[in-house]
Nanobody, 119 residues
Framework: QVQLVESGGGLAQAGGSLKLSCAAS????????MGWFRQAPGKERERVAA????????YYADSVKGRFTISRDNAKSTVYLQMNSLKPEDTAVYYC????????????WGQGTQVTVSS
């Protein structure tokens, strides 16, 4: 059974930093893309970053480019999202997700972790 468990959310001040973690288990993810999504109240879910586990290629939404960094630790089967220069508009529930390469939609999702940025 595949499990994605996020941690590291919380409260930060504008300009501050937080690091999210996503521990993946239940299968090997070498041929998957791991993504971080967020959803704020009343807004659509947005993919903010993604990484292909095997080759490490990265994607960032324009809204976070230059501030967020996605990475993975193969030994720990964990994906991270380092968030710097946080803004109040980064406030959202952040979700980790995984999809097999060649599949268009993300198949596995975590439960989400709240990030709140105060001004």
């Amino acid at each position: 059974q595949v499990q994605l468990v996020e941690s590291g959310g919380g409260l930060a001040q504008a300009g501050g930093s937080l690091k999210l973690s996503c521990a993946a288990s239940g299968r090997t993810f070498g041929s998957h893309e791991m993504g971080w999504f967020r959803q704020a109240p009343g807004k659509e879910r947005e993919r903010v970053a993604a990484i292909r586990w095997g080759i490490g290629s990265e994607y960032y939404a324009d809204s976070v480019k230059g501030r967020f960094t996605i990475s993975r630790d193969n030994a720990k089967s964990t994906v991270y999202l380092q968030m710097n220069s946080l803004k109040p508009e980064d406030t959202a529930v952040y979700y980790c997700a995984a999809r097999p390469l060649g599949v268009s939609s993300y198949r596995y999702w975590g439960q989400g972790t709240q990030v709140t940025v105060s001004s």
